[in-house]
Every structure is written in C-alpha cells, then in structure tokens.
Nanobody, 125 residues
Framework: QVQLVESGGGLVQAGGSLRLSCAAS????????MAWFRQTPGKEREFVAA????????RYADSVKGRFTISRDNAENTVYLQINGLKPEDTAVYYC??????????????????WGQGTQVAVSS
C-alpha cells in the first residue's frame, strides 16, 4: 500500500502562487509515477499534471501549461506542484495520485491506484 498526504493548499488572491506538496510512504518512491488531479463540486476529477519515476518526463493539462510545474524529490519521497498566476477557476480540491505499474503518464483517474485525501485551493478574484 502507498500512503499519500497532501499539504500546501490555502486561500490566495488571483495572480498569487502556491506550492502543493505530497509526501508518499509505503513503497519505494522512485518506483512510483506521480500525478496531480483536481476536483470542484459537481464535476469530474480532472487531470492536472504527471511526472515519471525519475522526474525526467512530465505531462500537463492544456489549461495549466505555463503556470503549473510538477516536480519531485526522490530523496524526500515528495512530489510538488508549483502553481503560479492563480485564477479563480483554479479553485478546487487538489489530489495527489500514484501508481507503481505505469510506463507512461496517463491522464485518466482509473490509471492510478493510490490517492491522497486532497488539499483545498481557493482563489479569490
């Protein structure tokens, strides 16, 4: 089993920045493909970004390209999501996801077996 704990959410003004963190345990971290998703009430959970086991490869949703950066520190067992230029439409619960059996960076929820509890990001206009 893999345990994921997100942190770093909060209330920020539009244009501001946040860095979300996701600490993983229970499995060798460098064997996990990691991703971030987000969800607003009444909507499907949507893909935000993903990163390969080594960190050499990343993938982003078109809506966040240029503003969000996913990274990982395998020594610290942590994945990060740097969010710049926050917009009100970025308001959501952000979830960390992981899987240990992926050879690519899928955008579908069902591809990831492990999930955190989420951290709320709220952006005021």
């Amino acid at each position: 089993q893999v345990q994921l704990v997100e942190s770093g959410g909060g209330l920020v003004q539009a244009g501001g920045s946040l860095r979300l963190s996701c600490a993983a345990s229970g499995r060798t971290f460098n064997r996990l493909t990691m991703a971030w998703f987000r969800q607003t009430p009444g909507k499907e959970r949507e893909f935000v970004a993903a990163i390969t086991r080594t960190g050499a490869g990343t993938r982003y949703a078109d809506s966040v390209k240029g503003r969000f950066t996913i990274s990982r520190d395998n020594a610290e067992n942590t994945v990060y999501l740097q969010i710049n230029g926050l917009k009100p439409e970025d308001t959501a619960v952000y979830y960390c996801a992981a899987d240990d059996d992926l050879l690519e960076l899928p955008t579908l929820q069902r591809a990831y077996d492990y999930w955190g509890q989420g951290t709320q990001v709220a952006v005021s206009s």
